[in-house]
């Protein structure tokens, strides 16, 4: 139920978002080309996640409701679907962490780059899967190993240079790279600690047997998901050790105050976990049995929260904090539409789980909502200014070090990769349906 409450806000919450960060961009000649190019993908990535979320709304909806039976799921073009535009959002990722923070390719050439990856991605990876009936779809979690290796590097390198070459502008550097792993693993991160001491074997076994219906599991899915386990486990650590090294020498900051959040979230889920292994076990040994009201409680208000409302503000942090798009001048006004949107909708969001699982009456979270917006629309300035501070930007620092050269990219060439993506979303989706309408997998 809490996933099904959460999935239509967070479709609407990534579409919004996705679509004006889009227009943004066009709207932000100024900006620096490659900081303008990622926040393109970006846009793209929150636009990708909100079509994936509107499928699995509307899967939801219908198995509550008893409107699809197991056999029917699994040759839908919904279930296609949302296999798909995952695969598109994981081809993006590895697109977005070659060009930002720090651009692996400096000139023109990353678009071309861009726009092929993501048509091969479709082309390939798509209808293979489909095809196969999505029985090794956990293979495309090695995609997300390029972020995160590249990432994690980045990540390193200029905490590195910030605290030993007291370097303080790389500090930029390092956070952006920090948050862009926070938001690509999202609430996989609190997981850490049951990763480790291999108590997540539990839950992938559960998930396996509970999906056997639809695929039989194998030794590829269980590899290719212990890999991505220790690719979360690795970025969490990773970030949380030099966060804390960074606090002894430079105090804390709002990167370090999130990643020991997220640390402290993962023993709490450890426990939490551990008090319902008897549970998990239960499809493997006899039959499912239902996880605790409460600990259904606390995966709405941390997971669910984390994955659906909280990594789209990540996203839009990292673009109008750091410059990678313009958000002066005649793009003021479009700017604060865009977090006063952001804020009600999280706002709005939050209320409603609360209500749904604690006996509030309507009229109290009506008010509450009410307050919200009144505080929101009468420091509608303070928070955006707040929101867009207009820290330097990952780019100018890059290219006041000389480490980077810069580069050009032409609006035809952003148009280029609206394109291709354009394309790939489609190509997928028609690809999805033919089959589907094939009953190729029955």
């Known amino acids: 139920m809490a996933e099904v409450e959460l999935l239509p806000i967070a479709t609407m919450i990534h579409l919004i978002l996705g679509i004006m960060t889009i227009i943004l961009v066009f709207r932000s000649e100024k900006s620096n080309h490659n900081e303008r190019f990622a926040a393109l993908i970006l846009g793209w990535i929150l636009l990708i996640l909100g079509i994936n979320y509107l499928f699995r709304t509307i899967i939801d909806y219908q198995i509550n409701n008893d409107l699809i039976s197991t056999s029917e799921y699994a040759t839908s073009f919904l279930r296609f679907g949302a296999q798909s535009t ?23 050439k990353i678009v071309t780059l ?12 798509i209808p293979t899967g489909i095809v196969t009936n999505f029985e090794y779809d956990s293979s495309s979690s090695l995609f997300l190993l390029f ?53 997540e074997n539990h839950f992938s076994s559960r998930f396996a047997v509970g999906g056997s219906e ?17 690719i979360v486990a690795v970025s969490i ?36 976990d551990y008090t319902q292994m008897g549970i998990v076990d239960s499809c493997v040994e006899t039959q499912c049995k239902s996880f605790n009201k409460v600990y259904n409680t606390y995966y709405i208000f941390t997971s669910q929260i984390i994955r659906f409302l909280l990594v789209p503000l990540i996203f839009m942090y990292v673009i109008l904090n750091f410059n990678l798009i313009e958000t002066g001048g005649e ?19 939050i209320i409603e789980l609360i209500q749904t699982v604690l006996p ?8 509450l909502f009410a307050a919200a917006v009144v505080i929101f629309i009468g420091w509608e300035e303070r928070i955006t200014s707040g929101m867009i501070r207009q820290s330097s930007s990952v780019a100018n620092t890059l290219l006041e070090s000389d480490e980077v050269l810069d580069f050009t990219i032409s609006r035809n060439e952003y148009k280029a ?16 349906l033919l089959i589907s309408l094939m009953g190729i997998n029955s």
């Open 237 to 272: 650590i990773s970030i949380f050790i030099g966060e804390v090294w960074r606090c002894r020498k430079r105090g804390i900051s709002g990167v370090s105050i999130f990643t020991f959040s997220l640390f402290v979230l993962g023993i709490l889920w450890f426990i939490f």
């Open 147 to 199: 972020p995160f290796l590249i990432w994690s590097g980045i990540y390193l390198r200029y905490l590195h240079s910030e605290i030993m070459d007291d370097k303080i502008e790389d500090r930029t550097i390092s956070a952006v790279a920090a948050l862009l792993i926070f938001a690509a693993f999202g609430d996989w991160l609190t997981y850490w600690l049951g990763i480790i001491t291999t108590q």
């Open 214 to 230: 639809i695929s039989d599991p194998n030794v590829i899915n269980m590899v290719m998901e212990s890999a991505l386990q220790a």
């Open 360 to 367: 509030i009456p309507q009229m109290i979270t009506s008010a």
């Open 331 to 349: 793009n003021v006004w479009f700017t604060r539409v865009l977090v006063l949107l952001m804020l009600l909708i999280v706002t709005s969001s």
């Open 86 to 108: 995952w695969i598109i959002f994981s081809g993006l990722l590895i697109v977005l962490s070659l060009t930002y923070p720090y651009p692996l390719i400096q000139n023109s």
């Open 114 to 125: 861009g726009c092929l990856t993501t048509i091969l991605i479709t082309l390939i990876f």
């Open 417 to 432: 990769y609206n394109i291709s993506v354009g394309v790939s979303i489609t190509l997928a989706l028609m690809i999805s």
